[in-house]
């Protein structure tokens, strides 16, 4: 048993999950708090496993010079790693490498995890974007989820833990939310939601009206807590690259054009545009579904289907073939059954958004293994100082 022991750990290379890379004695070794290229005093955490060790920072000993000081100083290497604030993995490294290093972790798992030939992925030659906003990152998020303690005590739970971890800052809130934090709650979980409609916290279970968010000149109503993208940027930013996805030679207006996983029809929007394409938006939510009907209402081809989409499109009575698919599903992916179905339908285009690059990697294996290749792909830093992004690729058919 090695659990608990201290060891010096030269950090290789970055892992999907916001840790590090290091070897001990011919093992894997997964290290949080650092990077590429330093050397760490580590305490091993957990040693259950043949294959990998888990292990956290104490102190560097020779650092990188991407290293700068921790965003969020409750999360930070001063504290012991049980009292570190989760939700800033990436908060100690310069964010030019932040991005560099999410390119690492995108290229690799389109390989490894998807089985991209190497020429291929050159091809693609993945980037990951910043986009608007501040340099740095900080006041990035206009949605934080706070959790509460036996004590009432409010704030995130410590990294890669269910421990909370009072704070007295949230430096990735914009500003609005900072406000709202509060010391104590009841319940289990508070939300500071920063809408375009005002800013607000609540609690799970609270009742509250429906907000409205504006993108462009367009507005979408949603439910108080429903799920909105958390940057500022981003409804602007991927509705602009949904739009520079697709393939306007391939779509086809009067097609049964496709929005998969909805929610509130933001990129349904985006694929409708200004023309007049007939689009419908799927989404297993009622309450989103409702709202997208509302939302997309002024778009006399659009409409919007409460249903869960392996359901919908098992039981749909195509049209026509030809038409853009565009599917942005939650975190876990599309997967093999609904891969499956949209090839089945024969479509000219399918436009993917993707919060994970596994996931995503993996559903563009099992597209290619039905013929669909990847064609474009950008990635865009969406969550700064943390390891997630958020990438749109398009696919097509080889010939």
Known sequence: ??????????????????????????????????????????????????????????????????????????????????????????????????????????????????????????ALDPHVIAVPGRHDGLRSRTR?????????????????????????????????????????????????????????????RDARPPITERVGEREFRLEALGFWQVHPAAPAVLTAAVRAAVDPALLDPDADNLDLYGGVGLLAAALAGDADVRVTTVESDGAASAHAAANLADLPRARAVEARVDAFLAARQQERPGATVLLDPPRSGAGRDIVEAIVAARPAQIVYVACDPVALARDLGTFAAHGWQAVTLDAFDLFPNTHHLEAVARLVREE
Request: charged residues 30%; glycine residues 10%.
């Open 1 to 122: 048993m090695v659990d608990g022991r201290e060891v010096e750990l030269d950090v290789l290379r970055i892992a999907h999950g916001g840790v590090a890379v290091a070897e001990l004695g011919g093992r894997v070794v997964f290290v949080a708090d650092t990077l590429p290229g330093e050397r760490v005093l580590a305490r091993i955490t957990d040693d259950r496993h043949d294959r990998f060790w888990r292990a956290e920072t104490l102190r560097v000993i020779e650092g990188s010079a991407d290293r700068v000081p921790h965003i969020w100083a409750d999360a930070s290497l001063d504290r012991p790693p049980e009292q570190r604030a989760g939700g800033a993995e990436f908060g100690h490294i310069a964010p030019a490498r932040q991005r560099t290093l999410k390119e690492e972790v995108l290229r690799d798992a389109l390989g490894r995890i998807g089985g991209l030939p190497q020429d291929r992925i050159a």
């Open 144 to 204: 934080v989820r706070l959790h509460v303690d036996r004590s009432g005590r409010v704030g995130p739970f410590a990294a890669r833990s269910k421990r909370v971890v009072p704070v007295h800052d949230l430096p990735l809130a914009v500003e609005s939310l900072q406000g709202l934090l509060p010391a104590t709650a009841v319940g289990r979980e508070v939300d500071l939601v920063a809408a375009s409609s005002g800013s607000f916290a609540a609690g799970r």
